[in-house]
């Protein structure tokens, strides 16, 4: 899954979540597909090699390779977000860094902390917010409807240790 429960530190937070989007493709997968692409992009070049026609073709094959290129390092970069829970008895905080915007803070007493799910009224099935006071945030809107269902419980669990 792609959030884990970190064993805390003694003396910090009594419980401590990291959440951050899946990545399909890994950095090793990144390089397999580029090896490939130029591989198939470079073998009926070779025809070609010697004749005008080579500078007519290049440049199209160098907007087709960059613009690959572009998309996927876009991709990662925007998935590069990470949202950081941390339960202490006292308060609760969530920290989430994201790869383009503002650094975003969240604190509020988790004696009076509410998990709403909106099964079909949010921008994803399922959606998970915590809210706390005047504020409602949301927490985990990139995993996938299982994974949320199963994070519900899991947040219910160590509210209810820590209350």
Do not use: C
Request: charge should be negative; avoid cysteine; hydrophobic fraction near 40%.
């Amino acid at each position: 899954m792609p959030y884990e429960w970190i064993d805390p530190p003694p003396g910090g937070p009594k419980a401590e979540l990291h959440l951050w989007p899946y990545r399909s493709l890994p950095k090793k997968g990144f390089v397999t597909f580029f090896g490939i692409t130029f591989t198939l992009v470079a073998i009926p070049l070779l025809a070609v090699l010697g004749s005008p026609i080579l500078w007519g073709i290049l440049p199209f094959i160098a907007v087709v390779l960059g613009g690959a290129w572009w998309g996927l390092q876009r991709s990662y970069n925007d998935g590069a977000i990470l949202e950081e829970l941390r339960l202490w008895e006292d308060r609760i905080t969530l920290d989430r860094h994201n790869p383009r915007g503002p650094h975003q803070f969240w604190e509020a007493n988790p004696h009076w902390i509410r998990i709403n799910d909106y099964p079909k009224e949010g921008p994803v099935e399922h959606y998970l917010t915590l809210q706390g006071g005047p504020r409602e945030v949301e927490i985990g809107a990139f995993l996938t409807v299982e994974e949320r269902l199963v994070l519900q419980r899991e947040l219910l669990d160590r509210l209810r240790a820590v209350r």
